[in-house]
């Protein structure tokens, strides 16, 4: 009765430990390790922004391992003391906290490990070498010339907003910048009417531009801060009969806000470039190695993306 | 009756689980360590000093503190015993580049580069003999490895301990609650409350960054005072109205949340001093972090109250059966009060733990940690039709989760992995602890005839 119940518990151990090791790869390396901890491994934006990392990173004979924050502070906390234990040659993070990442941060530096930024700027205390990002503020201008483009110069637009993030301000800012800029320079006449609250997500976008388009009758545009506010104003658009009236103008370039240009839901976005970001953070990193000067930021420009562009796109399904 | 080791094994079995899984981790990370600080530095001039003569030397070390201390013990070796120290740079990859450019410009040559094994990794380093060939090919020495296992480094053992603290706070709170036959998903939510609380508190009434220790103390009490009371109120919902533990702490889970976002204006509070970091990330004792010393001193207290109190016996028996309990004269209602006030207050020390770990308090922390707890209870062999059930067990179970993720971070593997993986070790912790207890041949045989199963 005894030894075959062992016998069993035995082979439960040796399949249950086989099959969570299977997957680890040795830790005994030679090469330089870069470990990398993103907001979130769920968005296609930060996937590419990995990916980009690891090509680039193997071009120059380096290592990556890169795990997902999980947008919680403390995971990040942890996967940053796991690099210093590894004594990995460099960190980049997207910080899930920009406040609270101070304490990883103190570690880093004091362990001697130089840690990048992607994305997200770290705020506060802490030392980061450089930090590698999209230029917000230009995208903005962008989305502005978008808009005018769009509607000929004249009429009342709205801005769906996010302003807790900093580089949703930033955007936002770059539109209205410009705006003004337009017209002064070249009698330009749109007015932003509003300024709502859409949480960066398409469920309140959608309430929002709903809101939105009862208080304001006589509406050319709308500006949303990402592809789902973008997303979610194009539904309440549909619902109101409204598609086509009232231009959209979103920002990021994601999968589904590019399908939703092809198809002329949304009339252009400035995009970002994650892939860019990615190649761009290891080459600083390589640099730093180097003993050359790296610059304390780096912006990754914007690029206006429109109908005919969508209708190029082998990236997208038909 | 069984008694020793047997008995032992049938309630903490999972220590060798724990076990196998070091010992795994042990193989999987066995890599070069380098030795670091001054004994390094003596080695390496030793090595240089060895070869005869009276070479030049450039030492070169990074910022840290074993970094100065490699770079002092070196340098006075090498002059006491004859060598030609050129310079000594301690600083970033810039700073070497500037020396070693002044002197290639200089028309400097140099026989020995010494420097530590993080330092060999600047590629600056590496091409150091193409890039500056008017230097002579100098040797480039670091300390001699040796081999030892990344896992079993005191850094890492620590970093494990204290990577699990938050979480087996909860988890002991829960384990106490299970045990009562309810279960508490609050948790996860009272941490983000907590953390907020405290830090709130901090910085409007205790003086923010200027902040003193007795405002801190005060504002951490207050924060554990709260999540006591919310755990008391989770308790009357259970006790006084019979609402299933499952919904009213789903209910207050939403409302912790829910007030948490509304106390921290949805934004993360930061404007603590820095000495708020002790109890989260000081390590006061043997250099122990405080933080694992509060855990342990916690999971104590509460294997004496459950194993050596009346009330831990009341605890156990209304979890075995309530009606029985309440016959032979135990207040269950009082029981099942303190066990919610109890997890509440678990709950609201790890919140507070959790704000001083990351110096800011946010209404995002916490989330999912109310499950994390619950797997380190049923891993640690709690059952969740409550009665029965080892507090130290919890203490092995959250250990497992913790060696486990910080195994799959050291091996590299990827996050999407890493959550099957834990999924499947903690199904195969629980199945596995269910073949030590049960006789598991009858359950298959029962399976396999139901009809004929009374």
């Known amino acids: 009765m005894k030894t075959p119940r062992l016998g069993r518990l035995v082979l439960l151990l040796v399949g249950l430990f086989s099959m969570a090791f299977s997957c680890g790869t040795s830790a005994a390396e030679k090469k330089g390790r870069i470990g990398v901890s993103l907001l979130t491994l769920a968005n296609p934006f930060f996937r590419d922004l990995g990916d980009a990392i690891k090509e680039e990173a193997a071009k120059h004979g380096m290592e990556v391992s890169i795990v997902s924050g999980d947008f919680d502070a403390a995971r990040q906390r942890n996967q940053v003391a796991d690099f210093i234990v590894q004594r990995c040659a460099a960190i980049v993070l997207s910080p899930c906290d920009s406040k609270a990442v101070s304490t990883a941060l103190a570690e880093a530096n004091k362990a001697g490990i130089p840690v990048f930024t992607v994305d997200i700027a770290a705020l506060g205390a802490g030392k980061v070498v450089s930090h590698v990002a999209t230029d917000n503020l230009g995208g903005g201008r962008l989305a502005a010339q978008a808009m005018i483009e769009a509607l000929g110069g004249k009429g009342k637009v709205a801005i769906l907003d996010h302003p807790e993030v900093e580089s949703v301000l930033l955007r936002t800012q770059g539109f209205e910048e410009e705006l003004a800029k337009q017209r002064q320079e070249k009698g330009v006449t749109i007015q932003v009417v509003a300024k709502l609250p859409g949480g960066g997500v398409k469920d309140k976008s959608f309430k929002a531009a709903e809101d939105l388009l009862q208080a304001q009758t006589d509406l050319a545009g709308i500006f949303a801060i990402n592809d789902p506010s973008a997303l979610g104003a194009v539904a309440a658009l549909e619902k109101a009969g409204r598609l086509g009236k009232v231009k959209v103008i979103g920002f990021d370039g994601m999968p589904e806000g590019k399908a939703a240009i092809r198809a002329g839901q949304i009339y252009a976005d400035p995009i970002q470039f994650p892939d860019r970001i990615g190649r761009t953070a290891v080459q600083q990193i390589k640099k730093y190695l180097d003993g050359d000067d790296v610059p304390a930021q780096v912006l990754i420009p914007t690029a206006l993306y429109r109908q005919a562009d969508a209708q190029k796109d082998a990236s997208l399904p038909r | ?454």
């Open chain 2, 1 to 454: 009756m069984r008694s020793g080791l047997p008995t032992w094994l049938r309630d903490y079995g999972m220590v060798l689980v724990l076990g196998a899984l070091c010992l795994y981790y042990s193989f999987a990370t066995f890599t070069d360590q380098q030795p670091v600080g001054e004994a390094a530095g003596s080695a390496v001039a030793r090595r240089i000093l060895g070869d005869g003569g009276t070479p030049s030397v450039l030492v070169i070390a990074g910022t840290t503190d074993e970094d100065r201390a490699f770079a002092g013990a070196a340098v006075s070796a090498l002059t006491a015993g004859g060598a030609n120290v050129v310079e000594r740079v301690l600083g970033a990859p810039r700073d070497a580049r500037v020396v070693l450019d002044r002197l290639a410009g200089e028309g400097r040559r140099l026989a020995y580069v010494a420097t530590t094994a993080a330092c060999v990794e600047w590629t600056l380093l590496k091409d150091l003999n193409t890039r500056f060939p008017s230097l002579g090919n100098p040797r480039i020495l670091i300390p001699e490895s040796r081999r030892w296992p990344v896992f079993l480094t005191r850094q890492n053992l620590l970093n494990v301990a204290n990577q699990i603290t938050v979480v087996a706070i909860l988890a002991v709170g829960m384990t106490v609650v299970i045990i009562t036959g309810g279960i508490d998903l609050s948790v996860g939510s009272l941490i983000a409350l907590s953390a907020v609380v405290v830090s709130v508190l901090i910085r409007d009434a205790g003086g923010g960054v200027q902040a003193g220790a007795a405002a801190m103390v005060m504002a951490s009490l207050a924060a554990l005072g709260m999540c006591i009371v919310v755990g008391l109120f989770s308790g009357l919902m259970v006790t006084a109205f019979k609402v299933p533990p499952f919904i009213a702490t789903l209910a207050v889970m939403q409302v912790a949340s829910g007030l948490a976002f509304i106390i921290a204006k949805g934004g993360s509070i930061y404007e603590l001093p820095d000495t708020f970091t002790w109890l989260g990330r000081g390590a006061d004792l043997f250099g122990v972090p405080n933080a694992v010393i509060l855990m342990l001193v916690l999971y104590v207290m509460t294997h004496l109250l459950m194993s050596r109190t009346v009330l831990g016996r009341w605890i156990y028996a209304v979890g075995d059966n309530a009606e029985a309990a309440r016959l032979a004269g135990v207040h269950t209602a009082f029981v099942l009060l303190f066990a919610y006030a109890f997890c509440g207050a678990m709950a609201g020390l790890g919140g507070v733990l959790q704000a001083s770990q990351l110096k800011s308090g946010a209404p995002t922390y916490g989330v999912m940690y109310e499950l994390y707890a619950i797997a380190a209870v049923v891993v640690g062999g709690t059952s969740l039709a409550g009665g029965e059930g080892r507090v130290f067990g919890t203490l092995i179970g959250a250990f497992i989760i913790a060696v486990i993720q910080n195994g799959m971070n050291l091996t590299g593997v990827e996050s999407y992995r890493q959550k099957v993986v834990l999924g499947v070790v903690i199904l195969g912790a629980v199945l596995l602890d269910l073949l030590k207890k049960k006789d598991w041949r009858r359950l298959f045989r029962a399976a396999a005839t139901p009809a004929t199963h009374p």
